[in-house]
């Protein structure tokens, strides 16, 4: 599906009184939902360890 058919789609499913602060605001939930599913594929991503010894560096600092 293309970008243009998952917002059409996703603009479809919307209420008829949605205004155009609602559709732009689900429109970039979609959007990152997006970024974070191609990030995830190409293994851009950190373990729950990775996470943890960074935070614990920041208390360091």
Do not use: C, F
Request: charged share 35%; aromatic share 4%; no cysteine.
């Amino acid at each position: 599906m293309t970008a243009k058919e998952s917002v059409l789609n996703a603009v479809r499913e919307m209420p008829d009184q949605a205004t155009w602060e609602e559709i732009v605001n689900h429109l970039d939930i979609l959007a990152a939902i997006q970024r974070a599913d191609e990030d995830a594929d190409a293994g851009r991503v950190y373990t729950l360890e990775e996470v943890k010894l960074e935070i614990a560096s920041w208390r360091l600092k």
